[in-house]
């Protein structure tokens, strides 16, 4: 077949082949879509870390003294840990020295009064990242923009470009119902109680390397405090950026969903092309209380690197959600389709009896990509129910792992747990590798995990070639077809985003 | 991940105590296995493969003492035709062993095996040596070095009846090393039976050469007594359309540890791991199995079943690694526990690492109690409780036992099983 690096350099396309898409294939192929950078004059802190760019981080931020002391209690024990090596990933050893720990757009060094102030620049980068917003109208700081009809389905976002919080919107309706959603470093100015309850708490400080790092460094990031018996009146969105080169991004999130309450939360992410290697060591924290539920989706897109593996960004991210109270519920749902190198293990502390903790996985690794992610079920109350659904496709020269634990503790009677991770291999050059984890310590909780690897079925893309589609079409639609009980798991914004990446990311993986 | 003092320390206190026997051809290999070991040290909770295995009492200098359990049971593999090898803690015995001649097989003892155009010299440790990556086993390095005796088998034909090995355990505090090396030409075919306690601590490894076409059986039963201890490893490496397939039963003993790694080199191979343990209290044992496919069109099957109570441990880890143009293999893997109580537990670890697209890989594993609609029917049948619990308990072990291919070895496992149940300890 013909690949799409010389559709893409014949500027004379046979008759009969629709201008259109000749444009889309221009657009997409072999390109990273969101390949692109805004010239923004960056406000930098020194390269390296040192307690002096911690506190400089924690004054920037304009943090009380406890946060900068914590900061710095993370940072000494950060010293003294050590780059985890067990996951199936490989890399450059990364210069810890060598990066940039705090970044912020120059319009930022003193704060907009009103969205009117903020950079024309930054706003066109939202414009082309697609953010799917009237917020675009609100961030562009069109007064009274917050009572303007919204289209369709309300999201709220806090954008986060690079290290910081540039624009909370839907704040006024968010607060009539009582919910506080803004950036992680407002939220320790304005609501230090609950944050000092919080943070921390489900992912110590010295949890792991990755996330001692983040403690120390974290320069922004959002915070969701959902009030007792509140239904969140829209979902939340964070769209995440990395646009300085060089730059680290620590993005620390905390999410509490006090008792009856019910949130949804959506995190996607795009980041510009880049030929250096960029580091992102991002925490989140969800504490649910008595009878309250979060839904977390994400969409991961990030720069992965070329087709050799030059550049990409390396993702190394702590989740972890705690079902304190009875009948707490949690879902992760996540579509990994970027990054160079993937870190991630987003988990559920079942504590609660009763409790229910899910994760729904598709993670896609082409090229050089490297993936290395799944859950873990920690099951603690009695009657505590989880499931894990991971789909994981390679292609090219990728290696994809699923890796989970599932944990029944002796007091955990009567909980369950089922497993399904399918794995797809799509060339003779990936690998796709499943490290499940299975600890039950009572018998009368039941544990079943599955899991199978094949490849695309040649009997499905035959039918779909028969049909007309050709291979990279059939591809997507038999992928597509294979996360199916994924991508249901989303909520719609992103079910439809995320279909479409599926095969994107997937372009380039056959013929 | 840096390695501890502590660990170094072990290693050479276990090296020092320990001296490599005899003369002869065997000694470079040996001499190497002692570099590997100190290489790689004594294994430690640290170590991912030791993870749900405490180590220690595998390892440390002194093994502790185990009483001789009085066994009321006929031995086993009585009543069948075979060449019988007899070790008593560890030394062979003559008396109580039959005649080593069998047509179409040399077997010899590797403590008198002294002729250095010996065949075993090329193969003495060396599938344990490439089993080594990409997980370290020391004690198999450690046998390797240290093993004393141990039975050398070649098969040039189709042995005419099994070789049975049977391990006598007398001296409470016997430390056992013995290392068989087993290797069949193409064509070839062969049972191997194990049975016994051996020893209170006993550190076993066969290595299992099979050639093309050729056929090995291998069936074992770990002996009753319950504090002894032991480390077994299989290394087998299979060439083109051979076949093997092995099935352990384990009933008690306070710790098991058995690795199984097998090597699928040849074209059209197919390997088969079983095994089926019933546990009761202070049991802890841990299946861990390592399948790699290096050639086209294989096929490999472990199935893991155990059955525990009483606070037993069961333990599984195993892994389908489908190398690189290894296409069209056929890779399952089934681990299943059955607890019969609260207080037992089930740790596992069932893993594929897959480099090739053209297979089907699949693995499943599953732990919990005794299906309560089952039991109702059986009962609502007439069937008192105790009777409808072993039926099931049997049915559930049956998928590992059915790996066995001779029927009547499969009866007497099965038997053993059912008595195992009857006796119904503590």
Known sequence: MMTLDIVKEQDNVKDGVDQDTVDAVREVGGKYKHGWSTDIEMDYAPKGLSPDIVRLISEKNEEPQWMTDWRLEAYDRWLTKTEPTWAMVDYPE???????YYARPKSMAEKPKSLDDVDPKLLETYKKLGIPLKEQMILAGVEGAEDAPAEGRKVAVDAVFDSVSVGTTFQA?????????????????????????????????????YATLNSAVFSDGSFVYVPPGVRCPMELSTYFRINAENTGQF?????????????????????????????????VEIIIEEDAEVKYSTVQNWYPGDENGKGGIYNFVTKRADCRGDRAKVMWTQVETGSAVTWKYPSCILRGDDSQGEFYSIAIANNMQQADTGTKMIHLGKRTKSRIVSKGISAGKAQNTYRGLVSMHPKAKESRNYTQCDSLLIGDKCGAHTVPYIEVKNNSSRVEHEATTSKVDDDQMFYCRSRGMDEEEAVALVVNGFCKDVLQALPMEFAMEAQALVAISLEGSVG | MARTAEKTNLTDARIAALSIPGRGWSVPAREDAVNRLRAMGLPDRRDEYWKYTRPDTLTQVTPEPAAVFENDEAPLFDGIDRVKIVFVDGVFDAEASDDLSLEGVRIERLAEANSDLHWARDLYGTLETNGQTPVARPLAALNTAFATDGMLIHVTGAASKPISIVYRHESTTSDVILHHLIKLDAGAELTVLENGPAAARFNKVMEVEVGDGASFHHVRAQGRDHERRAATHVFARLGAESTFKSFTLTVNGVMTRNDCVIELTGDDASAHVAGACVGDGAFHHDDTVFVTHDAVNCESRQVFKKVLRNGATGVFQGKILVKAGAQKTDGYQISQSLLLDEDSQFLAKPELEIYADDVACSHGSTSGAIDEDALFYLRSRGVPLAEATDMLTLSFLAEAVEEIEAETLRDEINTRMAAWLGRRRG
Not at chain 1, 176 to 191: M, T, W
Not at chain 1, 260 to 283: F, I, K, N
């Open chain 1, 94 to 100: 990364i210069d810890f020295q060598d990066q940039f």
């Open chain 1, 173 to 209: 309706e968010l607060k009539k119902a009582g919910v506080i959603f803004c950036s992680i470093s407002e939220a320790i100015r304005e609501h230090p109680e609950l944050v000092k309850k919080y943070l921390g708490s489900v992912v110590p400080v010295s949890d792991n390397f």
């Open chain 1, 251 to 283: 993005e620390r999130t905390l999410i509490i969903a006090d008792k009856g309450s019910y949130v949804s939360y959506l995190e996607g992410c795009t980041a510009p092309q880049r030929d250096e290697s960029q580091l992102h060591a991002a925490v």
